[in-house]
């Protein structure tokens, strides 16, 4: 297995966390696979970090407004039914649990509507790209 770690300013092992304009980071420190049930938090470049939400399906595909389907995807719920935690320009940003001092990865926001998110599992991510989660 090749680890790369994407260029750019050293990210080292953290994650960037708090509003979209702040430089505080969290340390990842593993992974962490969530059941159904189990909370999870959100922190996209547009909405920062959001921690009201839940998973609620595994494995499932989401026809995105422009048509696009995208599958292996994890469902989150929001507690609070007017927002998902996520919006517009969030995609890419990391989905975490807070743990063991740090965060542990769950996987990648790739998109929302209403109470709901989705994203890509940090397991899909391993076995697709053929990645590691670089920890602390």
């Known amino acids: 297995m090749t680890t790369v770690l994407i260029g750019g300013p050293s990210y080292g092992t953290y994650m960037y966390s708090g ?41 499932v595909c989401h026809t995105y407004s422009a048509g696009v389907r995208t599958c292996h995807l994890n469902q989150t719920r929001s507690s609070d039914p007017t927002k998902s935690g996520v919006q517009g320009g969030d995609s890419g940003g990391p989905v975490y649990r807070p743990g063991s001092g740090g965060a542990l990865a769950v996987g990648i926001i790739d998109g929302s509507g209403g109470d709901l998110a989705w994203y890509t599992p940090i397991h899909v991510l391993h076995s697709r790209w053929s990645v590691a989660t670089v920890t602390g």
């Open 19 to 59: 509003a979209p304009t702040s430089s505080s980071a969290l340390q990842v420190r593993g992974n962490f696979y969530p059941q159904v049930g189990n909370y999870v938090c959100v922190n996209g470049s547009v909405s920062g970090p959001y921690c009201n939400t839940y998973l609620e399906v595994e494995n």
